[in-house]
């Protein structure tokens, strides 16, 4: 991977990938809506990699910006290799009820922004007949619970999207890869108590660097969440329906 | 259930004291110092006794600020955030060759961390501790203030602030030289012996060839035997960053358990491990086994189970040292003691700190799993006899010392306080502050 873009890089997951991977590539593209935050970003990628770092201040969540972002990045850096999309936002569900104009909004960055910018990413991708389009989804995207079906719900939303794309990709030999991260400890997780389920934003880095290189379809992770998932799939929903979930 | 799946990150490295705190995080230099008026700001809580614990206060994780800032090849000037660990700098630096000037025992700790309790290693005695190598870092204070501390610019602040546990204010960045390396690999002997005397003229002789010297020592056996390990860079290998330790880890079953150690264990762990290093063996191995052999057991303090452990560790003037001897007897005595007990002569080189554990002498550091009383009473010996010494306890691996020890033990101290932060505290500070 000579090229990387990341869409989102704020964030506690991009980060951790970025310190894996850094060192190995040529040109690295930085988007994220927090000028600051990205300036102190770029200084840490620039001294860890000897690649050529740059970083654009941009709102993803404004799908009308998505073209304009689009010929920026290709300027920048030419051929995508990989492109990671890892922005987004947990959801306070309980705000949702009250407050629908929030939801739309927060399905609006979680879900249908990311569907647009997946587009425009895999006609890129098209046009070099080949790279990586890694899409950060969520097992809350598997089924819709009580306690975060408005994110659950965007998540799935780019989920279902991802499949479709994904073999619509096949014959352009257009890799694309949807990421189910569980819990993960995170700044966007920070307010959450800790426990045996949740994983370091570096574990589920070195789980993503392993599935863009192999080239899988679907990334659960950590693993055993594809297990959990699975369970909580098969529960028939006049059960489901009454569980604290 | 809840409490056998949950983690207790809350706590310090030798888990004795479960404190009740109100957690946030910082996680870009930008973020804003929260307002609470008994904060501590903390890294990745190495610490074995309470300087990294604020019960009932506000503790402030910033292993979020882990980013680095800038790195200069060419001088070896490495400026980073401070929550930007040990492990980072060396996995960064390593392949330019450079290596950290001096490191603790774990890559695990923090950099601002490592300032703020003036951290020691293997070279004490030709390189110093890990503040002699700091030469600028950010210290934001709670009224906002951000001082640029160096040893021409506020260099009171850079004093109190090197060894200074945390209470001065929040360590922002910081920039360390770095120590040029040829080679990656160390060229290290082993030397077993069988009493302190041995341990004495070992450390004096090899103190002039060696660059690296530590020795593990039987905290069970009354003679003192042991095995003496000492290192220099290698000449050959290149500079292969080679950090990659494997990162088996002890189940948090084990750690919400009973202590796997014992007299038993401990005796059959020690025996074995005298056998393995009898006569004198020379070998090579990488920086992560030379200087990290711990790190590859991830969450290692486990097997001290739910109950955890102290860990003690003193220096005691080298005219004095005979009070080692009668500490073993002590701690043999008490049936105590683990597998870990490490003994070393520290040199005369200082560091601009006010508050420096680091002093010429002779340190010993050991782990007690915690059994309650009888660990304490054990500890409340050991800590007379250093006093009666004339040496010093280390705040970082300290959760017992008294007051009146912490003040005989740092003759700065007064000087030290006229730079505590007003909203800082640590529980640590609220038993030695009286």
Not at chain 1, 11 to 31: M, T
Not at chain 2, 69 to 84: H, M, N, P, Q, Y
Not at chain 2, 347 to 357: E, M, Q, R, V
């Amino acid at each position: 991977m000579k090229n990387l873009l990341i869409l989102g890089a704020t964030s506690g997951i991009s980060q951790a990938y970025l310190n894996r991977v850094a060192d190995r590539c040529e040109k690295i593209v930085l988007v994220a809506r927090s000028a600051e935050k990205l300036q102190q970003l770029g200084e840490h990628v620039s001294t860890l990699s000897k690649a050529s770092v740059t970083t654009l201040v941009f709102d993803l969540a404004d799908a009308k910006e998505h073209e304009k972002l689009m010929s920026k990045v290709t300027e920048t850096m030419g051929a995508i290799d990989c492109a990671l999309v890892s922005y987004g936002e947990l959801t306070d569900q309980a705000r949702c009820a009250s407050d629908p104009a929030y939801a739309m909004e927060q399905f609006n960055l979680n879900g249908t922004s990311t569907v647009s910018l997946s587009l425009h990413l895999s006609n890129q991708l098209v046009k070099q007949g080949s790279g990586t389009l890694a899409v950060i989804g969520s097992v809350a995207g598997d089924r819709g619970r009580r306690s975060n079906y408005c994110y659950g719900a965007a998540k799935s939303a780019v989920e279902s999207f991802l499949a479709g794309l994904r073999s619509d990709m096949q014959k352009h030999r257009v890799h694309v890869l949807t990421i189910k991260p569980g819990f993960v400890d995170t700044p966007m997780t920070s307010s959450f108590k800790k426990g045996a389920l949740w994983a370091s934003a570096d574990k589920v880095a070195a789980d993503i660097d392993i599935a863009i290189t192999k080239k899988k379809s679907v990334l659960y992770t950590p693993w055993f969440w594809r297990y959990i998932m699975l369970i909580i799939k098969c529960i028939p929903e006049f059960i489901f329906k009454k569980l604290p979930l | 259930m809840s409490g056998l799946l949950s983690c207790n990150m809350n706590d310090s490295w030798g888990n004795v004291c479960q404190p009740r705190q109100v957690q946030s995080t910082l996680n870009w230099r930008t973020d804003v110092l929260p307002a609470a008026d008994k904060k501590l700001v903390v890294g990745n809580r190495r610490s074995y006794g309470d300087v990294c614990i604020n019960d009932g206060g506000a503790i402030i994780d910033a292993t979020g600020l882990n980013r680095f800032i800038s790195f200069d090849k060419a001088t070896g000037l490495v400026r980073c955030e401070a929550g930007v660990t040990l492990w980072q700098v060396a996995k960064l630096v390593v392949p330019h060759g450079w290596f950290l000037p001096v490191t603790p025992g774990t890559g695990f700790v923090t950099v601002a961390g490592a300032v703020a309790n003036d951290v020691h290693g293997k070279n004490h005695h030709v390189a110093g501790s890990f503040g002699c190598f700091v030469k600028k870092f950010q210290l934001r204070r709670s009224n906002g203030d951000e001082l640029l501390c160096s040893e021409s610019e506020n260099a009171d602040f850079f004093a109190a602030t090197i060894g200074g546990l945390g209470l001065t204010g929040f360590i922002g960045w910081v920039e360390l030289a770095l120590k040029p390396i040829e080679q990656s690999k160390m060229a290290v002997e082993s030397v077993s012996y069988s009493t302190y005397e041995e341990f004495l003229a070992l450390s004096g002789e090899s103190e002039k060839t060696h660059e690296y010297c530590v020795s593990w020592i039987d905290c069970l056996d009354k003679s003192g035997r042991g095995v003496f390990f000492r290192g220099n860079h290698a000449d050959e290998g290149g500079l292969d960053a080679d950090l990659d330790t494997s990162k088996r880890s002890v189940p948090a079953v084990v750690g919400a358990g009973f202590p796997l150690v014992n007299r038993l264990s401990v005796n059959l762990f020690n025996a074995a491990y005298i056998r393995a290093h009898s006569g004198n063996r020379q070998y090579t191995e990488t920086i992560a086994k030379f200087f990290y052999p711990l790190d590859s057991l991830l969450n290692w303090n486990r097997i001290y189970g739910r109950k955890g452990f102290y860990q003690f560790q003193c220096v005691v003037p080298q005219e004095n040292t005979e009070i080692l001897t009668e500490a073993f007897a002590r701690i043999s005595a008490a049936n105590q003691g683990s597998f870990l007990s490490v003994l070393k002569t520290m040199g005369t080189i200082t560091s601009p700190a006010l508050l420096s554990f680091c002093r010429p002498g002779v340190t010993l550091a050991i782990d007690f799993p915690n059994r309650g009383n009888k660990t304490r009473q054990l500890l409340l010996a050991l800590e007379e006899l250093v006093m009666q010494a004339g040496g010093a306890i280390y705040p970082a691996k300290d959760a017992t010392m008294s007051a009146a020890t912490f003040e005989k033990s740092f003759p700065k101290l007064a000087e030290y306080t006229q730079f505590v932060d007003p909203a800082f505290t640590s529980s640590f500070w609220q038993r030695v502050n009286t």
